[in-house]
Nanobody, 123 residues
Framework: QVHLVESGGGSVQSGGSLSLTCTAS????????MGWFRQGSGEEREGIAA???????NYAESMMDRFSISRDNAKNILLLQMNNLTPQDTARYYC?????????????????WGEGTPVNISS
């Protein structure tokens, strides 16, 4: 069974950093497009970044300077490093996997989703 579980969320102060981990089970993430997304209260789901099976990375333009996506195929995990966080980054953060198609941080292109992990940035 394909299963994705996010971890590492929590509460940090503005200006702080946070690392999120997406752990895959039931499949090897190696050939998959993997992405991070977030959704704030009352907001649309927003793409952050995606990394392809070939290692290619695509960031949403607004995320490029503060967020960094990476994958560790040996550990079967996807990572998101978030720096210089602000209250605007408060949201639930989701990991997703896509089977086919161009690997970009677009929700419609993803096939499997985790349940998300909450991130709260205080002022």
């Amino acid at each position: 069974q394909v299963h994705l579980v996010e971890s590492g969320g929590g509460s940090v102060q503005s200006g702080g950093s946070l690392s999120l981990t997406c752990t895959a089970s039931g499949f090897s993430l190696r050939p998959y497009c993997m992405g991070w997304f977030r959704q704030g209260s009352g907001e649309e789901r927003e793409g952050i970044a995606a990394v392809g099976g070939d290692g290619s990375v695509n960031y949403a333009e607004s995320m490029m300077d503060r967020f960094s996506i990476s994958r560790d195929n040996a550990k079967n995990i996807l990572l998101l490093q978030m720096n210089n966080l602000t209250p605007q980054d408060t949201a639930r953060y989701y990991c997703a996997a896509g089977i086919v198609g161009r690997c970009v941080p677009v929700a419609a292109g993803m096939d499997y989703w985790g349940e998300g992990t909450p991130v709260n940035i205080s002022s």
